[in-house]
């Protein structure tokens, strides 16, 4: 007989160049991915809190990482259910953002999140954590890149974000090298806002794998309005409108994100007569 033993991957969803599709994509990715039964935490470490809103929950003040990173509560107290099924939310607050200032006088500030979050990666109720990074290179996104198991980089197609890009493997390289999180790895990077008819969109895209290899998405997220939408309402688009084109790209990102990171594994058994 078999039993499925679950690990719980910690995906940082991270690039320090905003408007790319960040939110957009922890958001519909955690959101697709609690439609294929698996189970998500997202947490929203940007003050902004769009992943909060963009799950239908409100900010609230003492609600987010922040009191379990400063040692006032834990950090399982934070977690929020969504009105979605298997999916769950640390949300952010306006406090989060002096998180930067107080977390950086201390000594151990690279481990901070790494050392918050142990407790519910132990508990292996999750098959994924996704962290929404701010969109900075501050101690906050350093600090939960140093958490991570890997970095998904939303990228948009257009030559500047090529130079974003080259600033996230660097930081990938500085956090192995100088023992932060040695096992960090690109995750993976995926295309955001395509749009196929311009010949922009394919000269990045080209020049992207050519650097990345399969380290690229197959899937990409074009141009959609309803995508856009969505947030307005609260809701993830595979929710407010899954037959849309955005809704139909992140659910297909999400079955090559769970192939690509698999979480439950079937161990044999042997039973005691």
């Known amino acids: ?31 697709a991915l609690s439609k294929m ?27 987010s990482i922040y009191p379990a990173l400063m040692g006032q509560a834990a950090v399982a107290d934070m977690i ?6 298997n999916l769950n939310v640390i949300p952010s607050e306006v406090n989060l953002a002096g998180a930067e200032i107080e977390i950086a006088r201390r000594g151990d500030h690279l481990v901070a999140v790494r050392d918050v979050l142990q407790q519910i990666r132990d508990a292996a109720v999750f098959d994924y954590i996704l962290l929404d990074c701010p969109p ?30 080259s600033v996230i493997t660097g930081l990938i390289e500085r956090l192995k090298a100088n023992g932060a999180n ?21 000269d990045v895209i080209g020049e992207v794998r ?3 290899g399969d ?24 929710f407010y409108d899954p037959s849309c084109r955005g809704a139909e790209a992140y ?4 079955k090559e994100f769970a192939a690509r990171n698999p979480t439950r594994m079937e161990v044999q058994v042997d039973q005691v007569v």
């Open 215 to 238: 380290k690229v998405y197959e899937s990409m997220i074009p141009r959609n309005v309803r995508t856009s939408e969505a947030p307005s309402y609260g809701q993830p688009v595979v």
């Open 182 to 202: 040695p096992a960090l790895e690109l995750n993976g990077i995926l295309m955001t806002m395509v749009n196929m008819s311009t010949n922009l969109s394919h």
């Open 251 to 254: 659910r297909a990102f999400a």
């Open 136 to 165: 900075s290179l501050g101690v906050l996104m350093t600090a939960s890149l140093a958490a991570a198991d890997g970095i998904l980089v939303p990228m948009q197609a257009e030559y500047y974000a090529l130079e974003g890009l």
């Open 210 to 212: 050519r650097h990345f």
């Open 80 to 85: 929020q259910p969504t009105p979605y099924e």
């Open 37 to 63: 039964r698996r189970t998500v935490l997202v947490i929203d470490l940007d003050p902004q809190a769009n992943a909060t809103t963009g799950l239908g929950l409100q900010r609230q003040d003492g609600v």
């Open 1 to 31: 007989m078999g039993e499925i033993h679950r690990t719980t991957r910690v995906i940082a969803v991270a690039n320090q160049k905003g408007g790319v599709g960040k939110t957009t994509t922890v958001v519909n990715l955690a959101a």
